[in-house]
């Protein structure tokens, strides 16, 4: 669909191979177009309102120029070779640029409706923008003459001379899948360029430095593990089926889509301060990222060793000292953070820091889904799918005990936490040490009963006195359940001392 420049016009293409034109105002069609071979995918008007004139393409890769005047086709042009994807027009009218997915742009002359120049430019193209013609140096533009912007396959928005067919200028290539550009458009009063991705993102640049000013996440998919950053919980950092991480200001709803990972992020953890926060994925690495005062955020380190996925990850309670891994390899990995990434308020000239991992241990038969740490840093907790649960003394990892019991895989553990003072920040004492699994932990201590389905998740909250537990339903819960998005909430209260611990309701449902 296009409006002519008038915005009375609309023009539609169909999967018949028809193009019509309607009358916004008046509510009827105008014309009707026949000719056009398969799917009719692209319309445009000419940008001059008096010439009324309209440009199609189909399937056939031609582009078809239409007159409104004579209801006729004036000329079809015939270049390029794969679907046609954009059409720009020069500001005088007499030019016209078209892009393509086999890889080149077209100059036409639309007085001779000939091509005058086929530039190659080595990747599927989605959009080509023409660009206003000023110098403007910081993008290579230093001459006068046709100058024109291109997005696709690769990512990246690159500046290109048409009268040489030359690369002028060529954006960082950014990291990660997902970053293929499906559309491009410039807003010359706004002075600003606006691409959207592949995954669904919208990223808007400034025009003549090509420096990126806002991004918005159009689409999250499944959210796999979510986090507040900041130390007033000022922002969230969210894990949704990508490589990508989406960082949210709470009060503005400003995103930043952070890239480094090359797979889907499968969890995440922060840091007591706040400040700090790790990611791990499928590519096998786990990642550090710092936020400064002004929101921003960068990876400053990255670690690689696990040979299968790493579904799970943990910070150091007491302080920022360390992070621990838990793998489908069926391994646990300790990464000491380095004092050099303590020290810095940015991360290095080089890149991230390395990270080395300082032991690694064999846990489980099987993979490793949830890892947790004790508030006083010396005990690990590990959950897999062999159905145990084992304690460990931290650092070297020397197994304490063995806990079965579970009927299935564990997929989650919570130990008691630190919490903040409201006045001095200063840590309160926790509860006696604890640990909780999905199910049940022997020598158990309560087994709490009352989901329908598996229990995906648990945390104590309150200091350690309730417990939340989150999972799945089997279709039998009532309807405001089920409208709720088919998911329950139950909350557990336990006694101080955690033995004996009776629940407050086992068959109620948030």
């Not at 060793?305 to 990995?333: A, I, P």
Request: aromatic fraction near 6%.
């Amino acid at each position: 669909m296009a409006f002519d420049p008038t915005s009375t016009l609309l023009a539609t293409g169909g999967c018949d191979g028809a193009v019509r034109v309607w009358d916004i105002v008046q509510h009827y069609g105008t014309h009707h177009f026949r000719g056009s071979p398969g799917v009719v995918h692209l319309v445009a008007f000419h940008p001059d309102p008096t010439r009324l004139l309209l440009f199609s393409s189909a399937t056939d890769a031609a582009i078809r120029v239409w007159s409104l005047q004579d209801r006729s086709c004036l000329a079809v042009l015939t270049a390029h070779y794969s679907a046609v994807t954009s059409l720009a027009f020069s500001a005088d009218g007499h030019t016209m640029l078209s892009s393509g997915r086999d890889k080149i742009c077209i100059i036409w002359d639309l007085q001779s409706c000939q091509a005058t120049r086929t530039v190659p430019v080595f990747e599927s193209v989605e959009a080509a923008v023409l660009l206003p013609e000023e110098p403007v140096s910081q993008l290579g533009v230093k001459s006068p003459g046709l100058y024109f912007l291109t997005a696709g396959d690769q990512g990246t928005l690159r500046v290109w001379e048409a009268a040489s067919g030359q690369c002028v200028y060529t954006q960082a290539q950014p990291p990660g899948p997902g970053r293929e550009l499906t559309h491009c458009t410039l807003a010359h009063t706004a002075g600003v360029v606006l691409t959207a991705t592949a995954d669904h993102n919208l990223l808007l640049y400034e025009a003549r430095s090509l420096r990126l000013q806002k991004q918005f996440a159009g689409y999250s998919e499944e959210v796999l593990d979510v986090r507040f950053l900041g130390p007033e919980d000022s922002h969230v950092v969210v894990a949704s089926n990508s490589p990508c991480l989406k960082v949210f200001e709470l009060q503005t709803s400003a995103c930043q889509i952070l890239h480094g990972h090359t797979d889907i992020v499968l969890a995440l953890d922060v840091f007591r301060k706040g400040w700090l926060f790790a990611s791990c994925a499928k590519d096998q690495s786990v990642r550090i990222w710092r936020m400064n005062k002004a929101g921003q955020v960068i990876c400053v380190a990255q670690g690689s060793g696990h040979t299968h996925s790493v579904g799970t990850v943990c910070c150091s309670r007491l302080k920022e000292s360390f992070l621990v891994t838990g793998s489908q390899d069926c391994t646990v990995k300790l990464w000491p953070l380095p004092k050099a990434l303590l020290s810095k308020n940015t991360a290095p000239d080089n890149g991230p820091i390395l990270l080395q991992a300082q032991t690694t241990q064999r846990c489980h038969d099987k993979d490793i889904n949830s890892v947790a740490i004790a508030p006083n840093d010396k005990l690990l907790a590990t959950g897999s799918q062999d159905r145990t649960a084992k304690l460990w003394a931290l650092p070297q990892c020397q197994l304490l005990g063995v806990f079965s019991g579970h009927r299935r895989g564990l997929w989650s553990l919570g130990t008691p936490g630190l919490q903040l003072s409201q006045g001095k920040q200063r840590s309160r004492p926790s509860p006696p040490p604890a640990l909780v699994t999905s199910h049940a932990l022997p020598p158990t201590l309560q087994t709490f009963e009352g989901h329908d389905a598996s229990v995906l998740k648990v945390a104590f909250v309150s200091r350690g006195t309730q417990l939340l537990s989150s999972g799945g339903w089997r279709g039998n819960l009532p309807d405001a359940e089920t409208r709720s998005g088919g998911c329950t909430a139950a909350g557990w209260t336990t006694a101080p001392s955690l033995g004996p611990v009776t629940p407050e309701s086992s068959s109620g449902r948030l």
